[in-house]
């Protein structure tokens, strides 16, 4: 017998090409409705069961096809917005970008699929092992791309679409990283249960049934009251946006109207969003001024923000200024400057490329190194600015460090009217749950919500019209298990699948090697 009938044939594909590409296409823009503004959460595991059933027992070709369509149809879908900015170029850049990881990150999920079910793991090896190698690829990619080139775009991981479902909770325990693999093995482990057909042993759905009862009955783990704080956050709809027409001074003068109504008011802190200030008080004596008098008038502290400059970098900045004090008193800078929005790098490589386009773009943010916390008046006021939302280690420092509540600034005005306001905001809601702290989200153009550590809303105000809102917020003590082990969820999840597939790759080519010396014939 030759050693090609000896070894494990290959599995059949389920789906033949055509149908998984057809999958592939109709299961991305399905999973794109599952976050706002849409939102239905359910469709996150229909859109993942696409993405499955499409690669498996699909050759190594294969699967980067299938990923590559599903990878396409969702991200040029989910991120159309960023046209809103600068046209059709940057979409086609990142989506194209993230459509190709994905279509990588789709072969190891195919590979786990191949190998696991040659191995002697039986039934419960294919309800149990299998999905959890095959979602914690899943989880793995996700946080590669998050996290690479650069400071990578984790805009739309899983376990984000459920903000507004009863499973965001499970972030609060294991984070999001934790809900994503928790997802994924939901929907692997049902498609490996009818696969195998075996339903009069009722044993075998167990695992299908535990991981959706998990999801949707565990409670947000419970922190611990402390007091309220009364916090004035003024959305001023400036002409914030990067390529608005505007006066010297005009966004500036957009929040000091838009707070007028407040100055009566008895407040804790007062909050202005991200690019309140269109100059830099560190530099300008005049900004300056007229914050140490709003200061005074409303005896309370300040927390503002603008772009900078110290020691001839740039920096995104989040500003305590104190009423009496030689402002400001604390700094926060922004982890995290976007590529290709606030900074370019590897600037003379972009600019060969595409050098109209890449000179639009004259901001360059240095990375801030402080911490993302303020102390006003005792109370910890945990920082996010804009897109730092969407990084874990900087949400997860605040909380460590002592915030009993997060005011998250940002300035949505480069995608008004689009989908992108309301994916933030779902993101602002997930943390509120993750870490068990009330969120105070003030854009300059909307939408600002207050949300209560359940994700509730407290308070806001509409986009697209100015307003302030002045809320008693709830304060917050005590760290989630999210907070204290997220980083170990994610190693384990992450490189713990990758280690996994890579042991499994070498049982494979050792049974291979087996098979080869048992069918070799003596020479005579």
């Not at 991120?79 to 170029?89: D, K, M, P, S």
């Not at 899943?138 to 991981?157: D, H, I, K, N, V």
């Not at 359940?454 to 509409?462: M, N, T, Y």
Request: with cysteine; net charge negative; hydrophobic share 50%.
């Amino acid at each position: 017998m030759s050693a090609r009938r000896r070894h494990a044939p290959l599995p059949r594909p389920l789906l033949p090409l055509w149908v998984a590409l057809l999958a592939a296409l109709v299961g991305g823009p399905v999973l794109d409705l599952a976050y706002p503004d849409i939102g239905w959460w359910p469709l996150a595991f229909v859109g993942v069961a696409f993405s499955l059933l499409a690669l498996i027992g699909r050759s190594g070709g294969g699967a980067l096809l299938v990923g590559a369509v599903f990878g396409a149809s969702f991200y040029f879908t989910h991120i159309v917005w960023i046209t809103r900015y600068l046209g059709a170029v940057p979409w086609f850049a990142l989506a194209g970008l993230e459509t190709i990881f994905w279509a990588v990150g789709s072969v190891p999920i195919m590979l786990a699929y191949r190998w696991m079910p040659q191995l002697r793991g039986g039934t419960w090896g294919r309800l149990l092992a299998l999905p959890a190698l095959v979602a914690g690829l899943w989880t793995a990619r996700e946080l590669f791309m998050g996290s690479w080139p650069y400071t990578g775009f984790p805009w739309a991981r899983l376990g984000m679409s459920q903000s507004e479902s009863p499973l965001a909770h499970i972030a609060s325990w294991l984070g999001v990283a934790g809900l994503t693999f928790l997802m994924v093995f939901a929907v692997a482990a049902v498609i490996e249960w009818v696969r195998l057909g075996r339903w009069r042993a009722w044993r075998t759905v167990l695992p299908s049934v535990v991981a959706i009862v998990v999801l949707l009955l565990t409670p947000a783990f419970p922190t611990t009251p402390a007091g309220t704080m009364r916090v004035g956050a003024v959305q001023g709809n400036g002409p914030t946006g990067y390529f608005d027409e505007r006066e010297p001074y005009a966004v500036l003068q957009s929040q000091l109207d838009a707070t007028e109504p407040l100055l009566d008011e008895d407040l804790d802190v007062l909050l202005w969003p991200e690019g309140g200030i269109d100059a830099d008080p560190l530099q300008n004596t005049s900004v300056a001024v007229v914050l140490d008098r709003l200061a005074r008038r409303l005896d309370a502290p300040l927390i503002v923000n603008a772009a900078t400059t110290r020691d001839e970098a740039g920096y995104n900045t989040s500003m305590l200024w104190l009423p009496g004090e030689d402002n400001p008193v604390a700094l926060h800078d922004k982890r995290n400057p976007v590529p290709m929005g606030e900074y370019v790098p590897d600037r003379w490589f972009f600019e060969a490329i595409a050098p109209d386009l890449v000179g639009l773009i004259q901001r360059e943010y240095t990375p801030g190194t402080n911490p993302p916390l303020f102390d006003v008046d005792g109370v910890g006021v945990g920082l996010a600015i804009c897109f730092d939302v969407i990084y874990d280690d900087v949400i997860w420092e605040g909380a460590r460090d002592g915030a009993q509540v997060y005011m998250l600034q940002t300035n949505n005005a480069d995608f008004r009217d689009t989908d992108e306001n309301l994916q933030q905001l779902a993101f602002a809601r997930m943390r509120a749950i993750e870490t068990g702290r009330s969120v105070v989200n003030l854009s300059t153009v909307g939408t600002s919500q207050v949300i209560a550590p359940d994700g509730s809303v407290i308070d806001g105000l509409p986009a697209g019209v100015a307003g302030a809102m002045v809320t008693d917020v709830p304060l917050r003590t005590g760290l989630t298990p999210a907070v204290i082990v997220g980083a170990a969820v994610k190693l384990v999840l992450g490189w713990g699948s990758i280690l996994a597939l890579a042991l499994l790759a070498g049982a494979h080519l050792a049974r291979r090697r087996r098979a080869a010396a048992t069918t070799k014939t003596p020479t005579p």
